[in-house]
């Protein structure tokens, strides 16, 4: 009897066990190694290749409690929805997710495609690369598997089955702590405030009651609007990518969600590449370069996003009403909207919140620390006040472009 | 072994059976009756008597179709739906819903409580009887059992599983089809149109683009907002009452959708059985006084719903950012708002679509039920379209008042 048909942690010796055991893709003879090269929050993530032939492939498990804090208790019921969300998507959106090869719900873990020629994007990001088909690339992502899984296209009664399938309480239950909830509350919070910014974050963030009451309006929003089959964390640390592919990975998180969540956090990390190289490139040619191409890829996002959303609606639309003219663009027009909220929600928990981002952290400079925390949070708080007013990719930037001036 | 171990379509003979194998609650040696008082559209609803004692029970089965036509083919897990929602409405609500005293899943049946001092509320005003505990009644009971079960107050984590137990797919879809869809288009329905009618609904409802517009935006909500466990089929033929108490049946439909939904086909009943007494009351002073009652009836079903809401608000909500200032105000205005617009579609589709109502059906003179229709249907494109400008019952009656004048 299989030592894998009870769930354990498994160290990098069982890991080759478990390849040999439940694959057939290495030789028999096959001299294999094994590291563990995970540093995400909740996951253990191995790779295991053929010495001989550098042939590698990806083995992630999932443990019993977050790797952050063992304050988290999680059932290793994420990896099923991560598994099974990888390979819908891959359906959704053709070679934009890496390929699966096994989901084994009872040692919570599943064997995939190693992307060893991608990096991971925030990293890239913070070297300062460009990725000129990253906008495409996402969009497409974003577009189809968003609009695809919703009641717009696919069969009611079908797609009630999968808001049930992938009900995902306890990751919910994070975000609606760490995003929604602490970032904007001086009381019960995780929040690890930036000393040199602590009193600026307090008189501007925790007591604006008008910005918390609206981040209650979009947490209510995110609890019960089951629009579409989201990610559920689509920031830079989730997207592996090169100049020519992007692979979105890591959709743990993903529920029946609103659609503008996974776009707006596309959006607010984005900023944080953009405030990181504001900060930390010294030629100026360079720095406004690089800043040129962030903008652009943001507009990008929004516009290329809402292109293909609109072009995908026309061919797949099914529910009768929803043919109706004008509906389209109105609904539309409301996932822009949710998206700057969204946006907005990311950019403020990343820099108050207990999970921060290393395009801030890693600015030494304290003042630019400052001025980079102080730009995302002001740009934060007008896309989730003002969201109603926000159409289209030139509107999220003009609004990049007005917080950068406030503090010249 | 008892022959109810397997599922089949009892008759009243099985059913005296039935109570016996199951229940102790009638002696051994006593005669019982049983007769088929079923007249909804989708079960089998039986009495169980005494013939000494008179003492009686209420069996009810579901059919594997509808027994209004064979073509809608449901699963029978709607009875678990409705028994377990009776239960947890029972613990919300007190006195408000019939006892349940069996729920079996393998028969897809319950027995409860026979409510025989009590009449069908639709009946009891089409014969312009006053119930002056109604309002009280049904308000503490949309109140509670809307709030009790939503994100403001529940555990985030305990009222996920709830969707997911009360998801109900099928009972949904024809909700979707015959409240949302099929009244406002003139292609693919099973619209019965009052003859005499006929053309002014094709020219003021089937023509009316922005009309159609507004019900695909509601259609959504009702899709996509899992905020209540909403008892989904709440017109007046789901209530039984009396002088004293009032119970509400039939919550088959039910699923986690928006509050607005129960309300505003509260609201839309109340609406046919006034139009109900405008036709069909004679003595002039009677008529106004009848229509009067239905008016402040009305008015206190919306006005006591927010008094209530609001107050039961304060002492039971957990949600750290739904005790923001100010945010239960503006949640209870989308609220009314989605009650507005659900009352105009439930106006619309029992007059246009296949499930009539007996308020306008049994008009028996032609052009008072002509005038009849045409104010539900004046008044339900006001609510539809201009919902948002519903805040307060006095709303909801200066719009009927102004289709009234409409067709003097």
Known sequence: ????????????????????????????????????????????????????????????????????????????????????????????????????????????????????????????????????????????????????????????????????????????EISEDLVYTEPFNDINNRNELFEANKSWIIENIYKDDALRLEAAKLKFEFMTNTESLIHGDLHTGSIFINKESTKVIDPEFAFYGPMGYDIGNVIANLIFAWVNADATINDEHKKAEYKDWLEKTIIS??????????????????????????????????????????????LSRRIIGLAKVKDITSIEDINKRVKAERICLSVAKDYIKNRSDFREGNDFIQALNNAERLFK
Not at 58 to 71: N, P
Not at 114 to 130: K, N
Request: glycine share 4%; hydrophobic share 40%.
């Open 1 to 172: 009897m299989s030592r894998f048909n009870e769930y354990f942690l498994m160290k990098t010796e069982d890991v080759i066990d478990y390849v040999r055991d439940k694959l057939n893709i290495f030789p028999d003879n096959a001299q294999l190694s094994c590291v563990e090269i995970g540093d995400g929050n909740l996951n253990y993530v191995f790779r295991v290749e053929d010495v001989e032939t550098n042939k590698s492939i990806i083995v992630k498990q999932a443990g019993v409690t977050a790797r952050i804090s063992d304050e988290f208790k999680l059932s290793p019921d994420r990896n099923r929805i991560e598994t099974e969300v990888l390979i819908l998507q891959g359906e959704l959106a053709p070679g934009l997710v890496p390929q699966v090869i096994l989901l084994d719900n009872t040692m919570s873990c599943c064997v995939m495609e190693d992307l060893r020629d991608y990096t991971i994007m925030r990293q890239a990001l913070i070297s300062h690369e460009v990725f000129p088909k990253f906008a495409d690339h996402i969009t497409t992502f974003l577009a189809n598997t968003l609009l695809l899984t919703s009641d717009v296209v696919m069969d009611h009664k079908e797609k009630k089955k999968l808001v049930v399938n992938y009900i995902n309480p306890e990751l919910c």
């Open 301 to 346: 996002v929004i516009d290329l996003f809402s292109n293909k959303f609109l072009d995908l609606w026309k061919i797949n639309v099914n529910d009768k009403l929803a043919k109706e003219n004008g509906f389209d663009r109105w609904y539309l027009n409301r996932v822009i909207q949710d998206t700057a909220g969204v946006a907005g929600l990311e």
